[in-house]
């Protein structure tokens, strides 16, 4: 008896084994795992059986994926982790074998990257960098530091001293290199993670992000955008209702709140000593919509044009401008039958801009302030649609606190990916004065809207 | 819980009150998890796709008197959970000046339950709906985490109040906005797609005997196509496609055409947006097409699947 005890806590905690990593899996791909969540799973599949692969894998879902957003990362993760140990195997060769690629690879530029044969100090994503260049561009570097470590100064040999100053050369020349690999803001980093199962999961959500939910805006393809209209429009609506709020009860303002009233007044045996009041109806929100269409933002035109009229259209009394060296008042332009490019393309006409021109959001702030401040009331939202990219950004990031504090809320879509903020001295200055979410994906539009804002 | 059920049983039980379900919707595996770990059940998904007649059903299979709580926004704990019953402790103090101590006006007697406390005070079992939890406010969905993680609740006059016997919770919502992270860890999550059309069918003729078979079909396949074609604002319910069904059924019709489906086209849309989209971009003409192509299509998989087993 004591012999069959032992067996079926070895079998239980084997089972939790696999449980605890499987949980450790779907955290690393995004999900939120509890562990009073696991212990819904161990208890579930207790109570299921392990016998039935697709019973197993329905009890893992309902208690561990709670998110339907989540379905895909979990199928993938539940394939990977729970495939054929011959499998597993395989996609950790390969995993094995990319990784000492890579670094060989890394190592070459240990070997490539010296200044009078001494290494440089520069950052794993700029060898990176370096590593995935075309042989041609990595003799022309090698060739600039062969000739820095041979260089003279006034007749004089250069020593180590010299070296940092190279280093700075080396970095600006690499940060150039990885702007421009980076065009589609892929990061260039080491092949992922060392674990096959891993790899194998991050792999199939790589392929499944050709779905257009988390395809980048500027992927999308011409004949994709009617559906996707119909989404932004959807969740335009759907922000458009958020933005209500009804009767509730507070100190004082509004009517009494006979009920309240009553009840606050029990302690003193019914006699009406303390008053509630309801608190006046707060209006709609009124949203203050600013569009960057400057040159770094071309790209995201067709997404912004369809965002912003999807949103007019569910909000009322919503203002528009759009920004580039200057502001644009979009405002009171919309012709019936009118698209908004059309409307866009007068708007600029009037005023003699064009799309695609500079940034300068502190002319665009000041001139907001100083031309319409009605619209900066306590019941405005501010919404700006950039990536941050701006001329004065010290100014502007000054002034956009000052708006911050005569209005209820400043919301930035930033079209940058999350990850190249904190490199970005631009968006540092305005992160204070902000809420700020990445938003490059239909996706993010969606996580953005459904908090409620 | 006195007779515990086995998987099959459930699923049998499910049937047989009624509620068709398919071993890939996972519906019924996940219910009866959540009946069996006493965890309360979210269900999410569109609307009208079957979310409350999960609850309605198990109050039916285990007997169990169904309480529900309709959310909306600005539901607040004295229309969910309790009230104290002001006129009555008035008419007391009134009566009883002298007499009278805290703890009378306190007490039950002058409680109005409303459906959550009336879940925990019920001496049977029973089955708790929460309907549109997405509707109310985060602060109502936190106040719900004592509720749904130990089943109980605390009244500040009264201390705490346990559940006599565990309620059989059930959550909907239509993912108007995303739900608080605390109260996702307490449930068992179960996501609802519209039905598959051979589900449909098995829905209609079950709900509907006087159905035959090759309408249920045509039917069923026809609002399918119009789920997964158009985007609309709002796709036809399973309800819907039965109010159709009926209708068919009671002006004698033996199939579906185009004129018919013009006719009746708003027992399945029920906005004019999506009545133009659905003009704009397909028509009765092409609806029927497309559904008589899904037919071919089913038929080439129904085969596949036969050749494979």
Redesign the interface.
């Known amino acids: 008896m004591p012999m069959e005890q032992n067996t079926i806590n070895h079998r239980v905690s084997e089972l939790d084994r696999h449980l605890v990593e499987f949980a450790q899996l779907l955290r690393t791909v995004g999900l939120k795992v509890s562990p009073s969540e696991i212990s819904d799973a161990t208890e579930g599949l207790t109570l299921i059986g392990l016998v039935d692969r697709a019973n197993v894998e329905a009890v893992l879902r309902a208690t561990l994926v709670k998110d339907v957003q989540h379905s895909q990362a979990f199928e993938e993760a539940f394939r990977a982790y729970f495939a054929t140990p011959e499998q597993i195997q395989a996609w950790q060769k390969a995993v094995e074998q990319k990784t000492t690629k890579w670094d060989e690879q890394i190592e070459s530029t240990r070997k490539d990257l010296r200044f009078q044969d001494n290494e440089l100090e520069i950052t794993d994503e700029q060898r990176a960098v370096y590593a995935s260049l075309r042989e041609k561009d990595k003799q022309r570097l090698r060739d600039f530091l062969e000739r820095s470590s041979q260089g003279t100064r006034s007749g004089i040999p250069v020593d180590h001293s010299y070296q940092p100053m190279v280093e700075r050369a080396l970095r600006g020349s690499l940060e150039y290199w990885r702007k421009k690999l980076n065009e589609e803001d892929e990061p260039i980093l080491s092949p992922g993670s060392t674990d096959g199962v891993l790899s194998e999961v991050e792999r199939a959500l790589r392929e499944r992000e050709a779905e257009v939910l988390s395809r980048d805006l500027k992927k999308i393809s011409a004949e994709e955008w009617p559906e996707v209209i119909r989404l932004i429009r959807r969740l335009s609506q759907r922000l458009a209702s958020q933005v209500t709020r009804r009767y509730r009860a507070a100190r004082r303002r509004g009517g009494l709140d006979m009920r309240s009233t009553l009840r606050r007044n029990l302690r003193y045996g019914g006699v009406l000593v303390e008053r509630s009041y309801r608190s006046r109806r707060k209006g709609r929100l009124k949203i203050i919509l600013l569009c960057d269409i400057s040159g770094s933002m071309l790209k995201y035109t067709e997404f912004i044009w369809q965002f912003v009229y999807g949103l007019a259209s569910a909000v009322n009394g919503m203002k528009n401008f759009a920004f580039g060296e200057t502001l644009i008042p979009l405002t009171g332009k919309f012709k019936k039958g009118q698209t908004f490019e059309e409307m866009v393309k007068e708007a600029l006409n009037v005023s003699g801009k064009e799309w695609g021109g500079g940034t300068n959001l502190g002319k665009a702030l000041e001139a907001l302030q100083k031309n319409f401040p009605a619209f900066l009331s306590k019941q405005t939202l501010l919404l700006i649609v950039s990536d941050a990219q701006t001329l004065e950004p010290d100014k502007a990031a000054t002034l956009l606190g000052e708006i911050r504090r005569h209005v209820r809320q400043v919301l930035w879509l930033n079209t940058l990916p999350e990850r190249r903020w904190l490199e970005t001295p631009h968006v540092k200055a305005f992160l204070p004065f902000c809420e700020m979410y990445e938003c490059y994906t239909l996706g993010h539009l969606t996580q953005i809207l459904s908090k409620q804002i | 819980m006195t007779d515990r059920m086995t ?1 099959d049983q459930f699923e049998k039980a499910l049937e047989t009150a009624g509620y068709i379900s398919e ?1 890939d919707d ?1 519906i019924a ?2 219910a009866f ?2 009946t ?2 006493g ?1 309360p059940l ?1 269900v ?1 998904g569109p609307a009208g796709v079957g979310k409350t007649e999960i609850a309605k059903v198990l109050s039916k299979v285990f007997g169990a008197p169904l309480i529900r709580l309709q959310c909306y ?2 539901l607040d704990e ?1 229309k969910a959970l309790y009230e ?1 019953n ?1 006129q009555r ?2 008419l007391k ?2 009566m009883g ?1 002298e007499h009278l101590q805290e703890a009378d ?1 306190f007490s039950t007697e002058y409680l109005l339950p409303r459906p959550l406390l009336q879940a925990l005070l019920s001496e049977e079992r029973t089955v708790l709906l929460i309907d549109e939890i997405d509707k109310t ?2 602060e109502f969905e936190a106040f719900l985490f004592e509720l749904l993680g130990e089943f109980q609740v605390t009244i500040p006059e009264m201390g705490t109040i346990k559940a006599k016997q565990r309620p059989i919770v059930v959550l909907t919502s239509n ?4 739900l608080s ?1 605390g109260l ?2 307490r ?5 609802v797609e519209p039905p598959s059309v051979n589900k449909e069918v098995r829905i209609l003729r079950a709900k509907i005997p006087d159905l035959p078979e090759r309408l249920a079909l045509e039917v069923a396949r026809a609002v399918n196509v119009l789920r997964e074609r158009l ?1 609309l ?1 709002k796709i036809p319910s399973v309800s819907e496609t039965m109010d159709w069904a009926k209708a068919l059924l009671v002006m004698g019709k033996t199939g579906l055409d185009a004129a018919w489906v013009d006719a009746t086209l708003t027992l399945l849309l029920k906005s004019q947006e999506d009545v133009e989209l659905f003009y704009r971009e397909m028509g009765a003409g092409r609806l029927l097409f497309e559904s008589s192509k899904a037919t071919q299509g089913e038929k080439h998989a129904d085969g596949a699947k036969h050749h494979k087993s």
């Open positions: 998987l071993r996972r595996l996940t998890l959540a069996e770990l965890k979210l999410s926004e600005g004295t104290w002001y402790q008035l103090i009134q000046r006006l406010d985060s993912g108007e906005r995303e992270d996702k860890r449930c068992i999550f179960l996501h985007s604002n």
